[in-house]
Structure formats: structure tokens, C-alpha cells
């Protein structure tokens, strides 16, 4: 294993040489992948460490995927709410989410290694269409595992998939979400894992996945804290929120403000708080927090949105909550559907279920006084919201 | 719990990994003493819980001539199975079985060969470590294999096994560097499980060239015994490999039988069949 620099636990550097981030991380997985794992961290630091790397991905985020993406300051929403409201807008990078910072890292990373097939998993469908759109720019195949439940609730993703020339194989084990297609992703890569990259679309995982997902998504942060202080004359935002599944979004975000004063709020899904109402344990590969009995089976988290319905959290945000760097708050399904129609009268912005969680947390803060009128919020818009009109327009209905 | 509170146990403890000699556990000495008369290894996996009727199943195959047997304790999040263990697992957990329970059952299995238990990190992690391994050793179960839990971040288990007497068995993969596999053939107890293919639990058509090609790997590098699971389906397979290997762990095409409610019966002559395969062999 590698050595890293010993680095503060607040910074979000490297994480120690096991891949810890305090007492989370970890790499626990079968035997079959763990020379994978090393090889892929190796591979990581080599490839983010190479100038030639960096200059091309960094060309393919700004050429292909339209970054940098803007910060919008939201003037109606903002003078409702009594807070000065920043959207950073993750929803207008390429296929619609902040997902393609990441697969276009990791898919450069996979021809790198001379690994010419990409598996992924999918909740929502959008880190699936990102790694099938990857897969189709660099000529890869990709095989998307997606839960049953979310290949019903999200069909339009599935054919917008297939479109780009990926195979999706839906998961109808355990309870057919998020949580399953990691797994089937797992097993496949069990098998498959001389000729594959595993594309995980989290900051999850056994190391170094939480640790480079974090690092590929945190032009996110970056981008946003230099747009910020040219809005702010020079000052950082009063608080930084992004929603919580796994948490790739708010690594990303947290990763540009952690050095800041800015507060950093993650909000979860209430029947997928992992870290609301999770016990520590270790699976897919890492140590965190995930809802599960006493036994320790797993729970099946419950959300209206498949890209937070997903039991555990990233190591990462499991451990900036026991340094009490960020803090972490639930909201429900009804005042994230209250959420989604607010922006999308207020500021014309649609927004991912997912990014409506954060707003709805924002509303609720500014609505009880938690935040003090004329407090200045960051908020990352992770995606927008056009792959949820038809559940939305069905649970209004 | 405190360490205090865990009962001295005499006859594993391998307490000290810095001892140079250690005392073999229940299932290695049995193992290793099987070996010694030229005999080689069945070990079949029972899924826990599966049916009313599991602790028959075990008592079947030992009755059969299965040298040791390995029950599964269900874990909701199987990754290493293959879609029959995961439909195993999911059936014993909605028919209310618990990791805690059948352990607890497990005492009053009866048999004359050692138990050792296969589940995921998740469920040892959960209990406690000290919890665990305590309540194993009080149950009679020889032995634990957690193919989740690869030998980097053993350390904290395998130690408390150790000292509660319970053999931490470790697996080695295909894809396993050399100088890894001499790791983990040091840090196994029990035997080393030499998984025979790249890929999760299930049947195979035909024996993976990779489960030879591990096999003749381990054994260059441990006098432990050696036993291949992971695609090794019928006899044939079974007698195959075990011109490499000291024997095999069979899961699948077992569990399988009693999925389609084969019984401690129809368990016992898959068994009985291994047990003839590798006999002729």
C-alpha cells in the first residue's frame, strides 16, 4: 500500500494509507478484488498526479461538458425566504447532473489501465446515462445494473441508456433499488475484473473510490468558491448545502469550502438518513454508517428519489459528521415536492428530486429562523429535474 | 464485554500470533489428521435457517461423510453469491432466521465433525468482535469465513477469534500476487479456501482451469490443508481438482437441491456422491 502524507482531518486531503477518513473507509471486499483495488488506487494517484492527465480531462469538462458551470443568485426565491440564495448549477453540465465529472475521470482512468469495459450501477438513472455517455465518447463498452423498482419509476433513463449504446441489466434482488445494482455491479466485477472497470458513481465503496470520486467532483467546490467570491466581493458564503445519497454531489461541494468559515450542510433523504439514523457497519466495501437491525442486515431506505434510496453514506461525510465539520439534516417526501414546484415557480429552474432535498432543507432553515435573514447560502443544484416530471406529475396528479 | 469475561478455552487457543509454534485449532487438527490418512476433503455448505428441517441437513451430511460442514449465517447483502445462495439467504431471513439464532441452534447439532460458520463482515462487525467470537466457541463452532473481509483489514477479528478460539479461515483468490497469498496462507487457520474461479458462488459446467492453477499455488506455499470452493459442482469436478487440492467446499449445487426441497436426504446422497468421487479418485 501506498504511503500518504499524513494530512489534517478537516482538510479533505488524502485519506490515510488504509483509506481511512478517521475511523470510516476501508477497503472490505472479496479477495478476487482487492489487487484491483490496489491497482486502481495506484493508477488514481499516478493519472491525477500526470499533467497530461489533468489537461485532458480538464479539456473534456470544459469542451464536452460545458464547464465551468455558472452560479446563478436566485433574486425571487432569495427575497421569499428572507436568505441571499447562490445556485451552483450542476444541472446544466452535460446529461443534466454533476455525474460527468466523475465518468469522465474514471472512464479516461479505465483506457488508461487498458480496461475496455465499464460496469455501473444507477439509482436515479443519471450516473448510468453519464457512464453510458462516457462509454460512448471513448469508444468503451458499459453495462449499467439498475434495481427493478428504479427501472419502472425512471424508464425514460433506461431507453436514453440504451440510446447511447449500454446494456442495462435490471437488478430484481433484495429490494430492487440503489443498493441491489451495487451489488450485482459487485458480483460482476468479481468475474469480470481482469478486462473491467467498476465506474462507481459515488463517493462510496472500498478505497480509493470514495477518495477519488471525491477528488474528480471537486472541481464542484472549486469552480463555485472562486464564482462565490466574485459575487460576495471576496467573502465565502455563510453556509454550503448539497443533498446526501451516497454523497458525491456534497463531497465535491464541501471539498472547495472546507477551508472556509462557510457551515457545510448535507441533507439526506428521511427514509435514507444513514447518517440521521444509521448504525456504523461495513458494506460495499467500506466502513460508514447504514441503516440496519440489530443483526445487522440491511435496511431498504425509502425516499420518492431513487438517487437517494440508498442505506448507507460515504465514509467521507461519516467522518466530517464525527469532527462536527458539516452536519447532516433529513427532509421528507412532501416538503421536497413543495421544494421542486418553489423553484420551478420562483427561479424557472426544474430541479433533480434529488437537489430539491437541499432546498427543501433550505426552505425549512430559512422558514424557522435557523438561518438569519440575509444569511448567504450556496446551494449545488446536483441535476435537474426533467427525469422526474412524469413521477411528479403522478404523485400531484 | 470485557476480555476477562471470555471463557479460557484450551484446546485452539493460538492466542499469540507472534508465537512462533502455535497449536493447531479443532477444525486444522481434524483436518490435518483426515489428510494423514490419505483421505480427501468434503465439505458441503448448508445455508442456516433454510427450511425447518437445516439441522437434519447437517446431521445428513455428516452422515454421508462430510469432513466438516459450513453454515451459512444469511446476510441481506450477499456480494460473493451467486443468484441460488442470495435466493437461500433471502428465504431463511424471511422465514425469521437470525445469525444469533442459528449459532445458538448449532449446539445442539450433534455431530461428531467441526462446524465452521460463512457470513459477511457486516453481521461479526454488528455483534462485536469479542461478542462473536465468544458466542461461536460457546456454541461449538470451530471456525469463521468472512469472504468480505480480506486479510488487510482482518487484524481486529481474526485476533479476537484467536483468542476465543475460533479459526479465522482466509481465502485466496485467482487474481492473489504471490507475495500476498504467503500472507494470507500465514494468517488462515482451518485451511486456506482457494476460491476456483473469478466470480461469485454457483455452479459451473466445468471446473475452472484458475481453481488448479490456485490450488498448486497454495499448496507451494502452506502445509495448511487446501480446499477449493466456488464452482466445484458435482463429482467429477470434485474429483478433479482434488488431484491438486486436499478437498473441496461444496455450496451451490447443494443448496440448490434444497431449494427444489430435496431434503436432508436428497443432501446426504449429493454428498454421499462427492464423498465416492473423491474416494475413487
Known amino acids: ?397 | 464485554m470485557s476480555a476477562s469475561a471470555i471463557p479460557p478455552l484450551d484446546r485452539s487457543a493460538r492466542g499469540n500470533t507472534d508465537a512462533g509454534e502455535t497449536v493447531p485449532g479443532k477444525l486444522e487438527a481434524h483436518l490435518r489428521s483426515r489428510r494423514a490418512q490419505g483421505r480427501k476433503l468434503v465439505v458441503p455448505y448448508v445455508t442456516g435457517g433454510l427450511g425447518e428441517d437445516w439441522l437434519d441437513v447437517v446431521r445428513a451430511v455428516v452422515a454421508a461423510g462430510a469432513d466438516a460442514v459450513e453454515i451459512g449465517l444469511p446476510f441481506s447483502d450477499p456480494v460473493m453469491d451467486g443468484p441460488t445462495i442470495q435466493e437461500a439467504s433471502q428465504r431463511a431471513l424471511e422465514a425469521g432466521a437470525t445469525p444469533q439464532g442459528i449459532v445458538a441452534a448449532l449446539r445442539s447439532a450433534d455431530v461428531d465433525v467441526p462446524i465452521a460458520v460463512m457470513t459477511y463482515y457486516n453481521i461479526v462487525a454488528r455483534t462485536g468482535h469479542r461478542r462473536m467470537a465468544s458466542e461461536l466457541a460457546r456454541c461449538g463452532v470451530s471456525a469463521a469465513i468472512l469472504p468480505d473481509l480480506p486479510v488487510d483489514e482482518a487484524g481486529p477479528w481474526a485476533e479476537a477469534a484467536d483468542e476465543a478460539g475460533v479459526e479465522t479461515v482466509m481465502l485466496a483468490a485467482p487474481t492473489t500476487p504471490d507475495d500476498r497469498l504467503e500472507v494470507i496462507c500465514r494468517r488462515s487457520r482451518g485451511f486456506v479456501y482457494a476460491v476456483g474461479l473469478l466470480g461469485v458462488t454457483g455452479e459451473r459446467r466445468e471446473l475452472a482451469a484458475s481453481a488448479v492453477a490456485i490450488a498448486a499455488r497454495c499448496k507451494r506455499a502452506t502445509d495448511l490443508p487446501v480446499l477449493v470452493g466456488v464452482g466445484v459442482s458435482n463429482a467429477v469436478q470434485a474429483r478433479e481438482i482434488c488431484a491438486v487440492a486436499d478437498g473441496v467446499v461444496v455450496g451451490s449445487a447443494l443448496v440448490r437441491r434444497l431449494l427444489e426441497g430435496a431434503g436432508p436426504d436428497g443432501a446426504g446422497e449429493l454428498v454421499a456422491e462427492l464423498r465416492a468421487g473423491v474416494d475413487e479418485g
Not at chain 1, 95 to 105: F, R
Not at chain 1, 226 to 249: F, H, M, T, Y
Open chain 1, 1 to 397: 500500500m501506498s504511503v500518504h502524507d499524513e494530512v489534517p482531518a478537516t482538510s479533505m486531503g488524502r485519506p490515510g494509507g488504509d483509506g481511512r477518513f478517521g475511523e470510516y473507509g476501508g477497503r472490505f471486499v472479496p479477495e478476487s478484488l482487492v489487487p484491483a483495488c490496489v491497482e486502481l488506487a495506484d493508477a488514481f494517484e499516478s493519472a491525477w498526479s500526470d499533467p497530461a492527465f489533468r489537461a485532458r480531462l480538464d479539456g473534456l469538462l470544459g469542451s464536452y461538458a460545458g464547464r465551468p458551470t455558472p452560479v446563478t443568485e436566485c433574486l425571487r426565491l432569495s427575497r421569499r425566504l428572507g436568505v441571499r440564495v447562490l445556485l451552483k448549477r450542476e444541472d446544466l453540465a452535460h446529461t443534466g447532473s454533476h455525474k460527468i465529472n466523475n465518468v469522465l475521470g474514471q472512464a479516461l482512468l479505465a483506457e488508461r489501465m487498458g480496461k475496455r469495459r465499464l460496469v455501473a450501477e444507477t439509482g436515479a438513472g443519471q450516473h448510468g446515462v453519464a457512464s453510458a455517455t462516457a462509454a460512448a465518447l471513448l469508444g468503451l463498452e458499459c453495462v449499467v445494473y439498475m434495481g427493478a423498482v428504479d427501472v419502472q419509476r425512471q424508464a425514460l433513463n433506461v431507453f436514453r441508456m440504451e440510446l447511447l449504446g449500454a446494456e442495462v441489466r435490471t437488478v430484481r434482488s433484495g429490494s430492487r433499488t440503489l443498493k441491489d445494482a451495487v451489488n450485482d455491479a459487485l458480483r460482476d466485477w468479481v468475474a469480470s475484473v481482469e478486462t473491467t472497470h467498476y465506474c462507481l458513481g459515488s463517493v462510496m465503496g472500498p478505497h480509493p473510490y470514495p477518495y477519488m470520486v471525491r477528488q474528480f467532483q471537486r472541481v464542484v467546490g472549486e469552480e463555485a468558491r472562486e464564482q462565490c467570491r466574485v459575487l460576495l466581493g471576496g467573502d465565502d458564503p455563510d453556509v454550503v448545502v448539497a443533498c446526501v445519497g451516497g454523497g458525491s454531489n456534497a463531497a465535491g461541494t464541501f471539498a472547495g469550502f472546507v477551508d472556509t468559515r462557510a457551515e457545510l450542510v448535507g441533507v439526506e433523504a428521511a427514509g435514507g438518513a444513514a447518517l440521521g439514523n444509521g448504525l456504523p457497519g461495513v458494506v460495499h466495501g467500506m466502513r460508514s454508517l447504514f441503516l440496519q437491525d440489530e443483526a445487522g442486515q440491511i435496511l431498504e431506505a425509502h425516499s420518492i428519489s431513487a438517487g437517494l434510496d440508498y442505506p448507507g453514506i460515504g465514509p467521507e461525510h461519516a467522518h466530517l459528521a464525527a469532527i462536527g465539520r458539516a452536519r447532516y439534516h433529513a427532509v421528507g417526501d412532501s416538503e421536497v415536492l413543495d421544494a421542486f414546484r418553489l423553484l420551478a415557480e420562483t427561479e424557472g429552474i426544474i430541479p433533480a428530486l434529488e437537489a430539491a432535498h437541499a432546498v427543501a432543507w433550505l426552505v425549512r432553515a430559512a422558514g424557522s429562523g435557523e438561518l438569519t435573514p440575509g444569511t448567504t447560502v450556496l446551494l449545488t443544484m446536483s441535476g435537474r429535474g426533467d427525469k422526474d416530471v412524469q413521477q411528479v406529475k403522478e404523485m400531484l396528479g
